[in-house]
DNA sequence: TTACAATATTTGTATATACAAATGTAAAAT
DNA sequence: ATTTTACATTTGTATATACAAATATTGTAA
C-alpha cells in the first residue's frame, strides 16, 4: 500500500498529512476486506460486531448504552441497528422489567450459529490483511498507535 | 488511545484483531478531530479533500474519474459531491466542449479564499493529532502502515 | 403531590456511502 | 449507415452515520 500511487499524486507529501492520509487507506482498504467477508451473510461490520458485544455478555442482557460504549464506532442509532438484527432474528429484544425506560437485547441461538460462521471468515481475513507482519512489527504497530 | 480502555473490555484481545481493531479506533478519532474543525466551515471531509485536489491540478479542469482516482474514499456518486459544492459557488462545473461525455470541473476564486482558511485549521489539527510523536516515530508508521 | 430534572430510548432529518440501473455520447464493427 | 460496444456521468435505492429533537420513565426537590 503505497500512498502515493494509491491517491495518484507525483508530489511528495509532508510526513504528518502523509501519516494521516497512510492511515485513512489502510483503514478503508481493511474496510472493504472484511465488508466483502461478511456480504454472503448479509450483515454489516457494525452488526458483526454487535452480536459478538452480545455474544461476550454470555446470557446477561446488554442495554443500548451497554453497546454504545463497547462499539468501535460510537452511533446514537443503535436501535435501527438493532431492528435489523430483530428482524432477522438474530436478537431478542424486551423492555427491562425493572426499569422501563432500558430495554434488555440478547442473542438467540440462530444468532450464535450464523456468528460462529461469520467468527472463521472474518479470522481468515484478518489473517490475510497482516500477512505481511511478523508478530514483532504488529506489536511495534500497536506501540505506534498507542500515541495517537 | 488504549484498545481495551475504549471499548470497554477486561478481556485480552489477541495481537492480530487487537491491530486492526487498534487502527479502526484511531481511524474515528483523527476522522471525528478533522470533521470537527471543518465544521465551522461547512464542508464534509470528502468536499474538502475534492477542493484540494482541483486547487492541485492549477486551473486544469477535472472531470469526474480524475477525482475518483485521487480520493481517499473511492465513490460512485462524486457527482452528487460535486453538486454541493457546485451550491456553495466552490467549484464551477461545464460540459467538456471536446467529449461531451465528461464535465469539466475547476475550483472558483471563492472556493480557493475559504479553502487556505480550512488549510490552516487542517493543519494544526494535525498537528495536534501527532503531536505524541517524534519524526522518526512517524516514519516507523509509514513503514508499518506500508505493509498492509 | 406536583413540578422539575435526569435517564434511556426512539424518531426525524440531512448527509454519506455502496451498488445497480439508466442516460447520453463516442468509438468500433458489420 | 446502422448496430453494437465502450465510456462518463447521473439517478435510484438501501443502508449507514451524525446530530438534534421528541417521547417515555424514573428520581428528586419544593
Known amino acids: 500500500m503505497n500512498v502515493e500511487e494509491v491517491i495518484k499524486t507525483e508530489t511528495k507529501i509532508p510526513l504528518k498529512p502523509r501519516s494521516i492520509i497512510h492511515l485513512f487507506l489502510v483503514h478503508n482498504k481493511i474496510k472493504e476486506h472484511l465488508t466483502r467477508a461478511l456480504k454472503p451473510f448479509e450483515v454489516s461490520l457494525q452488526q458483526f460486531n454487535v452480536l459478538r458485544i452480545l455474544r461476550g455478555r ?7 448504552s451497554n453497546l454504545n460504549e463497547r462499539m468501535i464506532n460510537k452511533m446514537s442509532n443503535t436501535t435501527r441497528l438493532v431492528d435489523k438484527l430483530l428482524a432477522k432474528g438474530y436478537v431478542d429484544r424486551s423492555i427491562c422489567p425493572s426499569n422501563r425506560r432500558k430495554v434488555e ?12 460462521k461469520m467468527d472463521q471468515t472474518i479470522k481468515r481475513s484478518e489473517e490475510e490483511l497482516v500477512q505481511n507482519f511478523s508478530a514483532q512489527e504488529l506489536e511495534q504497530l500497536n506501540l505506534l498507535l498507542h500515541k495517537f
Open 58 to 64: 454470555k446470557g446477561v442482557p446488554a442495554n443500548l
Open 105 to 116: 437485547i440478547t442473542i438467540t441461538m440462530e444468532g450464535e450459529k450464523v456468528l460462529s
